[in-house]
């Protein structure tokens, strides 16, 4: 999977992916949060060392979050609107799987996260389970 390590950043601010406006309501972010995140580029740096990967993720002048887990493992973390949630990464052949389920809200959505990479690009496709709302863009490698 060391096709996945580096830094990489979204192509597109995360409003101007289609679909944006229509997936952030049914992902249960507040509204306050959305128009924080309005306009704002995705960063994510993955790197491994042994068998544990650390996730380094952002958006452009805003604090990130930085995970440590191995694959397979459930590790809880917390959303920028202070959800606890547990997620998940796993591979299936050249597809990285980030599930992501609610801890601090149990009727909250679940969400999986699919990633592959083709060169410099990495295609990450977003969708929220049982809500047919998904969004895809492309991250670039920095």
Known sequence: MSQFVGRWRAETTSDEVPGYTEFMPVLDVPEHVQEMIKGRIVTLELALEGDTWTSKSSLEGMPGRINKF????????????????????ITD?????????????????????????NGDVMDVNVTIVGQGASISFKMLRQ
């Open 70 to 89: 191995k694959l397979g493992q459930d590790v809880e973390s917390e959303r920028m609107d202070g959800t606890i949630q547990n997620f998940r990464n």
């Open 93 to 117: 052949g050249d597809t990285w799987i980030e599930e992501i389920t609610p801890v601090s809200n149990p009727n909250g959505n679940s969400i999986v996260t699919k990633r592959t990479v």
